[in-house]
């Protein structure tokens, strides 16, 4: 059988062990500390916001991907960012800082042209394919659905709901992480994890060994296939589908999401197919019907935190149907976690992987 190689992908990086500056007093001459070396496992949008925040707060980042960035998940999802929605439920604080957090990244890196973030009206609506009611002047409708849909209802507004193209989100901040912060991506698939001495390997396919002062796991729906993390956390794969469809016309496409509760004719099994038009129209010629899986724990919180009793091991999963809205709080908590030994951004108490032993 064949041992694939991990590839090394170089980053522009200044050296991270030792800097000497010349000194223009007499003072001696200044020593920087070494950077805190951070391995980061797994390249979907939960590892690539770790990855961004931790390089941007300092560390020396090297991050391990099987395949290729938002290759899964987070480069087939939808993109929907709403502020409240997870109100009342135990990751509102998360989703509610995230929220903020998307909107400011945005700015710094030109989200709106680089991943097509923007503020949508979100509808929910029924069709009933059997139905054909007219067309009111007055309707919320936007001008692009000709179908018969009925009882419009606004359930989110440019202010509390917005979207971004996953996959563009994902490889925008990765490839910001490696131009701007030094991190670097080594494709390969990670086997194993070894502690020992303070010190973390990364043993990847291949026979690569990547060493650091503390790894970060965040391999989605894969996380149960590695042992260490498998004797304490199920995390299981929920199938989702998605269509991807070619518009008539891409300038017809206004800023709304819509969430349908759809009757087919014949007395089909009702459906409630959730709709994202985006600006940034990378798929505008292509159509794929495809499928990918959720990362789930069993209680359906995320598991972000310290693995106890495993000095330097990390671990950042279980984000479910959210993934997309809650990955920058998850990243910028983590960063603060590994580099400060505690978050505030966001209270990680409750997503501890504690809880499991
Ligand atoms: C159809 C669909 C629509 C969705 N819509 C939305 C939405 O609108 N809004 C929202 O917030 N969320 C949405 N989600 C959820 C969101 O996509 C996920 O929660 C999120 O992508 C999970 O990210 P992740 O980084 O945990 O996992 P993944 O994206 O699965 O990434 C895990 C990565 O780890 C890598 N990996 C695994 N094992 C190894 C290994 N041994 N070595 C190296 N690398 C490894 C994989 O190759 C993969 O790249 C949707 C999901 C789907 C499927």
Redesign the pocket.
């Known amino acids: 059988m064949m041992m694939k190689s991990p590839i090394i992908i170089p980053s522009r990086r200044p050296p991270s062990s030792l800097t000497v500056r010349a000194s223009m007093d007499n003072n001696p001459q200044q020593i920087d500390p070494p950077k805190k070396k951070v391995v980061v496992?797994?390249?979907?949008?939960?590892?690539?916001c770790t990855a961004y925040f931790l390089s941007k707060k300092g560390a020396a980042v090297t991050l391990?991907?099987?395949?290729?960035?938002?290759?899964?998940?987070?480069?087939?999802?939808?993109?929907?960012?709403a502020l409240d929605w997870c109100d009342g439920s135990p990751v509102s604080s998360l989703a509610r800082a995230s929220f903020g957090l998307h909107r400011s990244l945005a700015e710094e890196l030109n989200g709106r042209e680089l991943y097509g973030y923007r503020p949508v009206n979100a509808l929910s609506l029924s069709i009933a394919e059997s139905e054909n009611p007219p067309r009111s002047r007055k309707s919320k409708l936007p001008p692009w659905i000709d179908g018969p849909a009925k009882t419009p209802k606004t359930i989110g507004t440019t202010e509390t709901t917005a979207?971004v193209h996953?996959q563009l989100f994902?490889r925008t901040l990765m490839e910001k992480a490696v131009a701007e912060y030094g991190a670097e991506v080594v494709i390969?698939?990670?086997?194993s994890v070894e502690t020992g001495g303070g010190k973390i390997s990364a043993v990847?396919?291949g026979g690569g060994v990547i060493d650091g002062d503390a790894v970060v796991l965040?391999?989605?729906?894969?996380?149960s296939?590695?042992t260490l993390l498998s004797s304490i956390i199920r995390v299981n794969g929920l199938k989702?589908?998605?269509l991807v469809l070619e518009p008539k016309e891409m300038d017809a496409i206004t800023a709304h999401a819509l969430f349908l509760s759809y009757q087919p004719a014949h007395g089909g099994q009702p459906m409630d197919p959730?709709i994202?038009p985006r600006p940034t129209g990378v798929e505008a010629r292509v159509k794929a019907e495809?499928?990918?899986?959720?990362?789930c724990t069993d209680d359906s919180i995320p598991v972000i935190g310290e693995i106890p009793g495993m000095a330097g091991c990390f671990v950042?999963?279980?984000?479910?149907?959210?993934?997309?809205?809650?990955?920058p709080a998850t990243g910028a908590a983590m960063a603060e976690l590994v580099m400060d030994g505690g978050s505030s951004i966001v209270d990680l108490t409750r997503f501890s992987p504690a809880r499991f032993v």
């Open positions: 496992c797994g390249g979907g949008v939960i590892g690539v391990i991907e099987q395949s290729s960035i938002a290759c899964a998940a987070s480069g087939k999802a939808g993109g929907f960012l979207q996953p994902t390969g698939k990670l086997l990847v396919e965040a391999l989605g729906p894969w996380s296939k590695l989702a589908h998605s959730e994202y495809q499928a990918c899986f959720l990362p950042a999963t279980g984000h479910s149907c959210w993934g997309i809205l809650n990955g």
